[in-house]
């Protein structure tokens, strides 16, 4: 079973939880390539018997080179075991509007890249203040309050389930592949 997980990142939390996945699923006994969309030229996804896709929401959007990626190996990937992870900072609270937006996002995402991933999660990212530039670390800290959160602007704030997405990847690998 070899199994490609293919990401973008803005400020990097994301890269860090495929990374966590890649990690997992070798300690499993499983072959897993990584891969960031944006070096994926030439690549051919039909070697492949599994796939993770992963991306960031920022203002609303995931990365349009996720969904071109996405897109571009539609044929291959539709046919196989897909897991989407969709990181954000809404997945990290229990609001029902943020929730209701999550799912609009990632209804966005299959339709524009023309097929639907077998299962689709939303993941808990990260305030990566040592990332952002000054407006950005202003924006964020706006975000930051407006939550109610105490952040630290010269540092991260990790609000990732590492166990909870160990228990995620255990369940999505024992399910069958699509027929
Ligand atoms: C400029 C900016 C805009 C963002 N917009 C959203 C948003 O619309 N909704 C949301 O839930 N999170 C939003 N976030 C939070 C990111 O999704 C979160 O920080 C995530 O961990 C970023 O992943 P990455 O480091 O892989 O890019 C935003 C973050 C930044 C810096």
């Known amino acids: ?83 989407y992870l969709q990181v954000s900072l809404s997945a990290a609270g229990h609001d029902p509007q943020e929730w209701a937006e999550l799912a609009r996002i990632a209804d966005g995402v299959a339709a524009e890249i023309g097929w639907t991933p077998g299962r689709t999660a939303q993941i808990a990212g990260a305030f990566r203040f040592t990332q952002y530039d000054f407006f950005r670390t202003l924006a964020m800290r706006w975000i930051a309050h407006q939550k109610g959160e105490e952040v630290d602007p010269g540092g991260d704030k990790e609000y990732t389930d590492w166990d909870g997405l160990r228990a995620l990847l255990d369940e999505w690998r024992s399910e069958a592949p699509p027929s």
Do not use: N, W
Not at 18 to 33: I, N, P, T, W, Y
Not at 35 to 49: K, N, P, W
């Open 1 to 83: 079973m070899t199994t490609l997980i293919a990401y973008a990142t803005t400020e990097g939390q994301t890269r860090k939880i495929c990374r966590f996945a890649a990690d997992h699923l070798v300690e499993l006994g499983q072959s897993v390539e990584l891969l960031s969309v944006e070096d994926a030229e030439g690549m051919d996804a039909h070697r492949f018997d599994a796939a993770i896709l992963a991306g960031s929401v920022h203002a609303g959007k995931v990365q349009p080179a996720l969904l071109a990626f996405a897109r571009d190996h539609g044929a291959a990937l539709s046919r196989m075991k897909t897991l």
